[in-house]
């Protein structure tokens, strides 16, 4: 059972997690808990007053009050248990520490469901943990994404660069970010100019640093590069600056979430008379990389392109694939979790045919035109299209996407000069280097982007 949960927390959807239901209603009494009503109101209150309690009973222990007390929708009851809840949280505490404080909390509401989201802080990381609520007020849904309440996670700042805090992007979606900068001081850039390397996130509402528990790939990136000489600049996702206003846009595609804001930044970088116009690169990672065809047409003052652990098929065909990946990961997949692999997959086959998706259906986190939109899109034709220098790379240790991907682009692209593809030994979706199995739980256990492939990218940039 503590696998389901596992699939539960991990799927990785688009903007959030919903699932269906069809249990009676329930409502939040002033002693906290919970009982049957005919009129119940879902709103901030009652999200952030159940939420809390419920998440307090899990870090406590108290597994049979979380599961009784606070109701789940009928996927939630019959995916877990009280039994359940406790393996995965021994697995959790046995790995990174025990559990020592919740930082922050907030609530939003998406289509008919409602979020509430608090920080946790365990001995070895540090993560935010999300309850998701149907309009009925029953628990559709529990998740953990990268921590994002308290302040930056420590790190030292070499001194071989200074770090200016940026604003930029569309007039009603302006972004804050950060720029890092070759110095010989730590508070001065050094004179002349310098390539520049723009960092578009993954999927999800990503902070500028993609954080993951204690790890900070993308500052990782940006500190590396700076003190060898290549500015870098990253920057709040859309969607994490602005999730709550996103969140029931019917209308949004990757454009509005990706696509815009990775062509504002180029233009930005181009503005500053210490960057070298001539040497603007963007690395897509991820979700990131799956559009580098699309900000390529955006952008057509950059110099060339780098896609890290890109998709080129659809993330409709990839998340069933991460779902049966986790559940295989002890050799079994149970009923359990084949019924929510199942649910999921139909999921995944509406995303692919959005034309069986209701005008106000959310499918994986998302609406009609989103997959719409996705539907028309072919990464690996587009690719061909690039003219300009690529550098394509994939690890082979990447549950979340499969080398098969990293296959598809370069059978495309094998008779084009500008290309150059490569798979990096023992690596995984975050850049990371490891061995055995990969398995979720390594994103939060501290590391850093492989310095290696850093050094490799940085020879790309100055050919």
């Given at each position: 059972m503590k696998k389901i949960i596992l699939l539960i927390l991990c799927a990785s959807l688009i903007l959030s997690t919903a699932?269906?239901?069809?249990?009676?209603v329930t409502t939040t009494t002033s002693s906290g808990e919970t009982s049957p009503t005919d009129e119940l109101i879902v709103d901030e209150a009652y999200i952030a007053g159940t939420g809390s309690a419920y998440l307090e009973s899990l870090f406590n222990g108290e597994y049979e009050k979380a599961y009784t007390v606070y109701q789940h929708d009928e996927t939630m009851t019959n995916a877990i248990n009280p039994e359940s809840y406790k393996a995965f949280f021994d697995d959790m505490y046995s790995k990174y520490g025990p559990f020592e404080k919740f930082v922050g909390a907030e609530t939003r509401f998406q289509g008919d469901y409602g979020f509430y989201t608090t920080g946790v802080i365990?001995?070895?990381s540090s993560m935010n943990a999300n309850v998701v609520f149907d309009k009925e007020g029953l628990i559709a849904g529990f998740n953990f994404t990268p921590f994002t309440f308290d302040e930056e996670i420590d790190s030292v700042k070499p001194t071989g660069l200074v770090e200016i805090d940026v604003e930029f992007g569309l007039d009603d979606w302006p972004l804050r970010g950060k720029i890092t900068v070759p110095s010989s001081d730590g508070e001065n850039p050094l004179p002349g100019k310098h390539p520049v390397l723009v960092l578009v996130h993954g999927s999800g509402p990503n902070d500028m640093n993609e954080t993951v528990g204690l790890n900070t790939p993308f500052k990782d990136i940006a500190y590396y590069m700076a003190e060898r000489g290549i500015s870098v600049l990253r920057y709040d996702k859309r969607t994490f600056t602005y999730g709550t206003q996103m969140a029931g846009l019917k209308d949004?595609?990757?454009y509005d979430e990706t696509i815009d804001d990775a062509a504002e930044a180029v233009d930005y970088v181009s503005t500053l008379d210490y960057i070298d116009t001539d040497r603007i690169f963007v690395l897509g990672h991820s979700l990131g990389g799956y559009l580098i065809p699309r900000i390529a047409e955006k952008t057509p003052e950059a110099r060339g392109y780098i896609i890290a652990a890109g998709i080129f098929s659809s993330l409709g065909k990839i998340i069933p694939y991460q779902l049966e990946y986790l559940a295989m990961i002890d050799g079994e997949i149970t009923k359990e979790e084949q019924d929510y692999i199942d649910d999921m997959t139909i999921q995944a086959e509406k995303s692919l045919n959005p034309d069986s998706i209701g005008a106000d259906e959310a499918v994986m986190g998302a609406y009609k035109a989103y997959w719409e939109d996705l539907a028309n899109y072919d990464a690996v034709?587009?690719?061909r299209q690039i003219e300009k220098p690529v550098y394509v790379f994939q690890g082979d240790r990447d549950y979340q996407v499969p080398?098969?991907?990293?296959?598809?682009i370069n059978d495309a692209v094998n008779d084009k000069d500008n290309y150059t593809l490569q798979i990096w030994s023992g690596m995984n979706h975050l850049m990371f280097i490891?061995?055995?199995t990969p398995t979720p739980e390594e994103y939060f256990v501290k590391n850093e982007v492989y310095p290696p492939l850093l050094d490799y990218i940085i020879n790309f940039m100055l050919r």
């Open positions: 699932c269906r239901n069809q249990d009676p365990l001995e070895t949004l595609t990757v034709a587009m690719a080398v098969s991907e990293f296959e598809l490891g061995e055995g």
